[in-house]
């Protein structure tokens, strides 16, 4: 333990003595084997505060924003678009250097990121030499070191036109039997990663995409992401959609690797609204009944998911929930991927929502909660271009790079379906509560789910339960503190609620710096009624101004300062922070219940509204101008 | 008759049907044929190391049957595909060519060592990429203006008196509750405009240290600061960063190899671009 979390154990220690101490103070004094404890003399054991508040500091104090689903042009559908950028491209520009996209547009982002998980699809990370004679390195060799003294010597345009020749007639035919011999694009992308792996400064994670689109078209897709190094991810192959479609395969693989290495993976499955009613189907793969081991399996490996990205936002749907007024947000729901066109019956196993109820209902049957997840987003970008703030979005692939008529372009088409490209979404990004920037601690953050996701802007959003929060915890200046000691952060549980105690929440969101102001935060609370039945409900809980509710409940829309002509606004509405302690006012100790936290913007131009202005154009009037962008904490869940 | 078998054209034509029966018998393999297909053992042996790589176990017979029957489909298909022209202007096919081609250039790159001469005149050369960024420590003492109304000036001025007077006010008594931090250590200029916005940050390089001043404005409201240490921007020494400047080194000569080796294959051939007629509409 270091110097400082021993101190805070010890004023743990001494505080948790003490409460004791005074309680038993009218009966007998704590005894031990050497004696009885004399608070006095030991209170030097258990040294006070300190005069700094920040010294013994061990929580997140900083958010590390990041994307975990990122393509380039080493996915064979990114590059059949025509992307040419690969994994140290997508990485040098996740860190804030300025690249040029695929068609040549200079491109950066306006402030790095500090983490990125390079995803590209597992399919494409096989073999592509077979070199079946010998070892390929004696091979290598000498070229290489031909080629180096000709480079040396300023020849090297002429070496590397005899390097082609020569390999290009080396007919390479003797016997590969060890696949470490094989070279993979796999073994590639690892190094690309370690290259670029800065402890402290930039955290590459090693992963993959498993592309399961099972069906015909049902998005059953994961992002896989390693907590370790090369040493590891190398020792075994990434599974591929030719191995199996079934996410339990997808486990399975896990788990051996974990047996095998040592390390630890976990999996972040993506686009439940494409996946036809499957991604958060009531039976398994298979079609059989779910069971206690499958769901303890699929809470194991699949601790977060990803809510909301450029294939539409999947928080909730209005037709799932009528009355919330920001349910109707960047939605894909006509089809699956293929477009082939949703049924009645299948949105109901698609939304985020709806999963974090129907988990509290399987718990009771099961005795395990499946659908026990945090939410995080990302780009899910197939121009190795991570970006997701609508004045610099270059769009899902290269075919819907910046252009004029890039608004008007068919991502999916077929005989029933059309989804136009304007339909995209400029989203998503991950803000991780983790202590340090590697790649350790952000995984350990995601795991724990204390992570939040956002439709773009980076705004940071603090949000704990517990007992005992209360309005004075909302005036201090350092609500984390308050909030880490008094209950606990998102992705957290609460249980067994003590005697007259309802759960509190600490809320606190501040603005992104380059986005627009705060509207409103909200805490949205679901749970299994008595009859067993889900139930939601939104609740306002921050707002800016001095809006009141109206005779409906609803608190009124906050304005719209958007000028769409100029694709600009002005932050005099709404608020750059907001924080508050909301106590659950219908709460039941007998009923399962999770309660996550939504943070809403002002209206700002939408990405359409930008391409609009700097090309001189005019889009259909369905094209939408403004978006209300938003974060979605990990939820907290309450168990009786 | 007898005549024709003395004639010495049969006699050639007798002797090429011998070495041609000879030849079917005994020559070379089926591997020859177009039509036949084997699989060998070597790759047998490949495709089941492929699959323990991945599975952590070696695949039962089923399995294994599995995969060969399925490696004969792909050639067969594959055969067939390519007979039929398929691989051409197969936009993916293509592109994977290329990257096999750029992959080649990437093995002789990767064996290339820099000298510590070489990465030093990299590092003087591009000395902007490297720049330790100037740092900046201070503590900060939030207004909020929507909180203050109309009495904001009395207000900033009563917090700034306060913290200029000797002793100084408790800085954190003063000001509005924030979620933004109210103290930084040593830290970049980026980072200071990640949290604060680029406005707070370029107006805080222009504060003197030592003494509470302000307000500065960011898009969150006002800032008193107080600037307690400052490090100018420097380059570092190559110990400092030879990691990134070797990865950019590296870099720039596999941008550098790629050039040269394309300019060399654009030689062999003749390349001509048509015109785009005037009258279709530019994208």
């Not at chain 1, 399975?252 to 609204?273: F, Y």
């Not at chain 2, 003087?124 to 939030?142: E, L």
């Not at chain 2, 003749?270 to 007629?277: C, W």
């Amino acid at each position: 333990m270091t110097a400082s979390s021993f101190r805070l154990f010890g004023v743990a220690l001494f505080m948790g003595t003490a409460i004791s101490v005074s309680a038993f103070a009218q009966e007998s004094p704590p005894s031990s084997d050497i004696g009885i404890m004399d608070p006095a003399a030991s209170a030097h054991a258990f040294p006070k505060r300190g005069f700094s508040p920040y010294a013994g500091r061990h929580y997140p104090t900083r958010v590390l924003w990041g994307d975990e689903h990122v393509h380039t042009g080493w996915s064979a559908d990114a590059g059949a678009f025509g992307a040419t950028l690969g994994p140290e491209e997508a990485l040098r520009f996740a860190r804030g250097e300025e690249v040029m996209s695929s068609l040549g547009e200079p491109a950066k982002l306006s402030r790095p990121l500090d983490w990125a998980a390079i995803t590209d699809h597992s399919d494409a990370a096989g073999v592509i030499f077979e070199i079946r004679d010998g070892n390929p390195n004696l091979m290598a060799d000498p070229l290489a070191k031909r080629w180096h003294d000709m480079m040396a010597a300023g020849q090297g345009g002429v070496a590397a036109s005899e390097m082609i020749i020569a390999q290009s007639n080396n007919k390479i035919s003797a016997v590969l039997k060890d696949p470490r011999l094989a070279l993979t694009i796999w073994e590639k992308n690892t190094s690309i990663m370690e290259k670029y792996n800065e402890p402290g400064r930039f955290t590459a994670f090693i992963g993959y995409e498993w592309t399961s689109n099972a069906g015909g078209g049902n998005n059953l897709h994961r992002n896989v992401i390693y907590r370790d190094g090369k040493a590891k991810a190398d020792q075994v192959l990434p599974m591929t959609t030719f191995d199996s479609e079934n996410p339990e395969d997808l486990w399975k693989w896990m788990a051996k690797w974990e047996a095998k290495t040592g390390g630890s993976l976990l999996a972040i499955p993506h686009n439940g609204n494409l996946s036809n009613g499957k991604m958060f189907a009531l039976n398994t793969f298979e079609g059989n009944p779910l069971t206690r081991e499958w769901a303890e399996t699929r809470a194991r490996w699949e601790p977060m998911y990803e809510v909301t990205q450029i294939k539409g936002d999947g928080e909730t749907h209005p037709s799932l929930s009528p009355s919330d007024e920001f349910a109707n947000f960047e939605k894909w729901d006509q089809a699956n991927l293929a477009g082939v066109p949703k049924k009645p019956g299948m949105l109901e196993h698609e939304y985020a929502r709806q999963a974090l109820e129907e988990g509290l209902r399987l718990e009771q049957t099961l005795g395990v909660n499946p659908f026990k997840f945090g939410l995080v987003s990302g780009t899910d970008t197939h121009t190795g271009l991570t970006t997701a703030e609508e004045d610099n979005f270059f769009g899902k692939h290269t075919g819907v790079e910046p252009s004029a008529h890039r608004w008007e372009h068919d991502v999916v088409k077929t005989s029933q379906v059309i989804v136009k490209s304007w339909q995209m979404a400029a989203a998503g990004y991950t803000g991780v509560w983790a202590t340090e920037n590697t790649r350790e601690s952000i995984w350990d953050a995601l795991k724990r789910k204390e992570a939040y996701s956002t439709t773009g802007p980076r705004m940071t959003v603090r949000f704990f339960g517990g007992w005992d929060f209360d309005a004075k915890d909302a005036q201090t200046r350092m609500p984390a503190e308050a909030g880490y000691a008094k209950g606990v952060p998102m992705g957290g549980d609460l249980q067994h609620a003590p005697d007259g105690k309802v759960p509190t929440f600490l809320v606190a969101a501040l603005k992104d710096p380059l986005s627009g102001n705060l509207d409103r935060i909200q805490i949205i609370k679901g749970w299994v009624d008595a009859k067993g039945a889900v139930q939601e409900k939104v609740y306002d809980v921050a707002w800016s101004g001095d809006r009141k509710p109206g005779a409906d409940g609803k608190l009124p829309l906050v304005g719209d300062t958007v000028d769409v002509a100029n694709a600009n606004w002005t932050n005099t509405i709404g608020a750059p922070e907001l924080i508050t302690a909301w106590k659950d006012p219908d709460f039941d100790p007998a009923l399962r219940a999770f309660y996550y936290s939504r943070v809403i913007e002002i209206p700002t131009p939408r990405w359409t509204a930008y391409d609009q202005k700097r090309f001189n154009i005019k889009m259909d009037a369905k094209v939408p101008m403004t978006v209300t962008e938003r974060a979605y904490t990990s939820p907290i869940w309450y168990t009786p | 008759m007898k005549r024709f078998w003395k004639e010495p054209l049969v006699h050639f034509l007798l002797l090429a049907l011998a070495i041609f029966a000879a030849y079917g018998v005994l020559g070379p393999t089926s591997a020859v044929r177009p039509d036949s297909i084997v699989v060998t053992a070597p790759k047998i042996e490949q495709m089941a190391a492929v699959f323990a790589k991945t599975w952590q176990r070696p695949p039962t017979a089923e399995e294994l049957k599995g995969l060969i029957d399925d490696f004969v489909k792909e050639e067969i298909y594959t055969r067939e595909a390519l007979a039929l022209g398929l691989d051409k202007d197969d936009t993916v096919i293509r592109r994977r060519l290329r990257q096999k081609m750029e992959f080649m250039n990437d093995a002789g790159v990767d064996a290339l060592v820099p000298t510590d001469a070489e990465l030093e005149a990299y590092l003087k050369a591009h000395a902007a990429a490297f720049a330790v960024d100037p740092m900046t420590a201070f503590q900060q003492v939030f207004l909020n203006p929507q909180q203050h109304g109309d009495r904001v000036e009395q207000d900033a001025a009563a917090i700034l008196a306060a913290l200029q007077a000797t002793p100084p006010a408790d800085a954190a008594t003063l000001g509005d509750a924030t979620l933004l931090p109210s103290e930084l250590p040593l830290t970049g200029k980026p980072t200071i405009s990640q949290t604060f916005g680029q406005e707070f940050a370029d107006a805080l390089d222009k504060v003197a240290p030592d003494q509470w001043r302000g307000p500065i404005m960011s898009g969150y409201g006002l800032h008193f600061v107080h600037i307690s240490k400052r490090e100018a921007g420097r380059m570092p020494a190559l110990s400092e960063v030879r990691d990134a400047v070797a990865r950019e080194w590296t870099n720039a000569k596999r941008t550098e190899l790629d050039e040269a080796r394309f300019n060399e294959l654009l030689k062999r051939y003749q390349v001509t671009i048509e015109n785009l007629s005037t009258s279709s509409a530019v994208q």
